[in-house]
C-alpha cells in the first residue's frame, strides 16, 4: 500500500482513523456550545497533525452544527423551496440573495445566518409572505407602480392590526420558530 504525503505540510505520512469529531462554537447568545459527531472517518498528518475528511464526514459535521444552532436543515429548506415551485436560482432570486447562496445554503456547503433562518420560518409560517415578496419581484422587474399599488390593500381598522400586530408580536417571542433550548 504506498503511504499518502500530507498536502498541508508536505512532509508528514497520512494514517486512516476513525474517531469522534468535537468542535466549540458560539451561538447567537453569546453561548458556547460543543459539538461532537460519532465515529468520522479522516486521514491525519503524523508530522502536523492536521487531518482531511471526506464529503460526506463533512455534511455529518455541517449537519449537527446547523442542528445545534437551532438552524433550518438542508433537508427542511429544499422541502420549502419544492413547495414553492421554484428552482435554486429562483429561490435566491426572490430573497435577495446572491445567485449562487441558496445553492450553498441547500448543499449544506454554508449555512444561513441566525437572522435569515428567523426570516425564512416567517415565510414558512405564512404564504401571503411569500407573495407579497413575489409581488415586490415582479415590480422591481418592471412592473408599474399603478399595478403594484393596486395589489395592496389599506388597513381600514387600525385597532384590528395593532391587534395582530400584538400577536405576531408575541408569537416572535414564543412561537413554533424559536429554537429549542439545549
Same mark, same amino acid.
Given at each position: 500500500?504506498?503511504?499518502?504525503?500530507?498536502?498541508?505540510?508536505?512532509?508528514? @505520512? $497520512?494514517r /486512516?482513523?476513525v474517531?469522534?469529531?468535537k #468542535?466549540?462554537?458560539?451561538? @447567537?447568545?453569546?453561548?458556547?456550545?460543543?459539538?461532537v459527531?460519532r465515529?468520522i472517518?479522516? %486521514?491525519?498528518?503524523?508530522?502536523c497533525?492536521?487531518? *482531511?475528511l471526506?464529503?460526506e464526514?463533512e455534511?455529518?459535521?455541517?449537519? +449537527?452544527q446547523r442542528?445545534?444552532?437551532?438552524? *433550518? @436543515?438542508?433537508?427542511?429548506?429544499? +422541502?420549502f423551496?419544492?413547495?414553492?415551485?421554484?428552482?435554486?436560482?429562483?429561490?435566491s432570486e426572490l430573497l435577495? $440573495?446572491?445567485?449562487k447562496?441558496?445553492?450553498?445554503w441547500?448543499s449544506? %456547503? /454554508?449555512?444561513?445566518?441566525e437572522?435569515?433562518?428567523r426570516?425564512?420560518?416567517? $415565510?414558512?409560517?405564512?404564504? @401571503?409572505?411569500?407573495?407579497? $415578496?413575489?409581488?415586490?419581484d415582479?415590480w422591481? /422587474?418592471?412592473?408599474?407602480?399603478?399595478?403594484?399599488? #393596486?395589489?395592496f390593500?389599506?388597513?381600514?381598522?387600525?385597532?384590528?392590526?395593532e391587534?395582530?400586530?400584538r400577536?405576531f408580536?408575541?408569537? *416572535?417571542?414564543?412561537?413554533?420558530?424559536?429554537?429549542?433550548i439545549?
Amino acid at each position: 500500500m504506498e503511504e499518502k504525503k500530507c498536502p498541508i505540510c508536505g512532509n508528514g @505520512s $497520512l494514517r /486512516h482513523e476513525v474517531s469522534d469529531f468535537k #468542535a466549540q462554537f458560539e451561538d @447567537s447568545c453569546g453561548k458556547t456550545r460543543e459539538v461532537v459527531v460519532r465515529d468520522i472517518p479522516k %486521514d491525519v498528518c503524523d508530522e502536523c497533525g492536521e487531518y *482531511l475528511l471526506d464529503q460526506e464526514s463533512e455534511e455529518r459535521i455541517s449537519s +449537527a452544527q446547523r442542528a445545534a444552532m437551532g438552524l *433550518l @436543515s438542508v433537508e427542511e429548506l429544499a +422541502a420549502f423551496r419544492k413547495s414553492l415551485g421554484k428552482t435554486q436560482e429562483e429561490m435566491s432570486e426572490l430573497l435577495g $440573495l446572491g445567485k449562487k447562496t441558496w445553492c450553498r445554503w441547500e448543499s449544506n %456547503d /454554508h449555512y444561513q445566518s441566525e437572522s435569515f433562518d428567523r426570516y425564512l420560518r416567517l $415565510l414558512m409560517l405564512a404564504a @401571503s409572505n411569500v407573495r407579497a $415578496l413575489e409581488t415586490i419581484d415582479s415590480w422591481k /422587474h418592471g412592473v408599474a407602480r399603478e399595478a403594484l399599488a #393596486a395589489s395592496f390593500r389599506f388597513v381600514r381598522d387600525v385597532d384590528v392590526a395593532e391587534e395582530f400586530g400584538r400577536q405576531f408580536g408575541e408569537m *416572535l417571542r414564543t412561537g413554533p420558530f424559536r429554537p429549542p433550548i439545549r
